[in-house]
T-cell receptor, first 111, second 115 residues
Framework: GESVGLHLPTLSVQEGDNSIINCAYSNSASDYFIWYKQESGKGPQFIIDIRSNMDKRQGQRVTVLLNKTVKHLSLQIAATQPGDSAVYFCAEKSGANNLFFGTGTRLTVIP | GAVVSQHPSRVICKSGTSVKIECRSLDFQATTMFWYRQFPKQSLMLMATSNEGSKATYEQGVEKDKFLINHASLTLSTLTVTSAHPEDSSFYIC???????????FGDGTRLSIL
């Protein structure tokens, strides 16, 4: 079956440093990937997405990298701020199938 | 843009009560809405997918008679937990999208606590 998992369940970084959150997936047919941020007691917030025909996409302070060869997805956050502290989920989708969420990584930013 | 509102944000009720949760897309029309359940420190588990004007599609293991879903309009879907019991206590989250291939936007969830 398909699976989306994260290498590290927790990540602590110093304020101002860059953060890298990793995600592995096993469904080679997945063609759409999304990163969500979930703060305590709230729903997931869309951060950035990428389709399988790309290997990199940049947003404001965030970059998503997709390596289809090894089925790996990463989220890079530049100059991490205390407000970035949250749980980050990667999610993947193949075709018209539903979105499948990974287990999540808790990012803690140390002031 | 793409705001999804969920109500109520928190509900506490006695065992045996039925609870209705609303999910509204405020500034867009949602052809499809999704209902998820999330246990503490765990990921989101899809319960069902609802398309406006048609019956919801439930994931395996989700009782359709227990979790009633109605998607009466392009901006509103409701989830009713019927005869709720303590094991139904969880964080329920809805999401909506405008169409296939578009991102899902999530509501802020409903914390359901059954005593």
């Amino acid at each position: 079956g398909e699976s989306v998992g994260l290498h590290l369940p927790t990540l602590s970084v110093q304020e101002g440093d860059n953060s890298i959150i990793n995600c592995a997936y096993s469904n080679s047919a997945s063609d759409y990937f999304i990163w969500y941020k979930q703060e305590s007691g709230k729903g997931p917030q869309f951060i950035i997405d990428i389709r399988s025909n790309m290997d990199k996409r940049q947003g404001q302070r965030v970059t998503v990298l997709l390596n289809k060869t090894v089925k790996h997805l990463s989220l890079q956050i530049a100059a991490t701020q205390p407000g970035d502290s949250a749980v980050y989920f990667c999610a993947e989708k193949s075709g018209a199938n539903n979105l499948f969420f990974g287990t999540g990584t808790r990012l803690t930013v140390i002031p | 843009g793409a705001v999804v509102s969920q109500h109520p944000s928190r509900v506490i009720c006695k065992s045996g009560t039925s609870v209705k949760i609303e999910c509204r897309s405020l500034d867009f029309q949602a052809t499809t809405m999704f209902w998820y359940r999330q246990f503490p420190k765990q990921s989101l588990m899809l319960m069902a997918t609802s398309n406006e004007g048609s019956k919801a599609t439930y994931e395996q293991g989700v009782e359709k008679d227990k979790f009633l879903i109605n998607h009466a309009s392009l901006t509103l879907s409701t989830l009713t937990v019927t005869s709720a019991h303590p094991e139904d206590s969880s964080f329920y989250i809805c999401s909506a999208r405008t169409g296939i291939g578009q991102p899902q936007h999530f509501g802020d969830g409903t914390r359901l606590s059954i005593l």
